[in-house]
């Protein structure tokens, strides 16, 4: 993307993340059960896929700038 674009489209594209530990605002870090799957996965065309343990979800998701993650 060029800097006069509106909207950045970052390396994450055809990515995906894996939730590996969560700290919570009582500082307590907490890991996911072994083989249970809490994963992100962001498509070229700004959909996004999820899975939280057996549960899975669609959305969307954009980067207006550098550093920022839009989630929807």
Do not use: I, K, M
């Not at 800097?3 to 055809?14: A, C, E, F, I, R």
Request: glycine share 16%; aromatic share 6%; proline share 8%.
């Amino acid at each position: 993307a060029s800097p006069g674009d509106s909207v950045h489209q970052p390396p994450l594209t055809g990515t995906g993340w894996r939730l590996v530990r969560f700290v919570g605002g009582d500082d307590a870090v907490r890991t996911p059960v072994p083989g249970s799957r809490f994963t992100v996965a962001f498509a070229d065309s700004g959909v996004l896929h999820a899975r939280l343990d057996c549960n899975r979800g669609r959305g969307t998701w954009t980067s207006p700038e550098r550093g920022q993650l839009r989630l929807g």
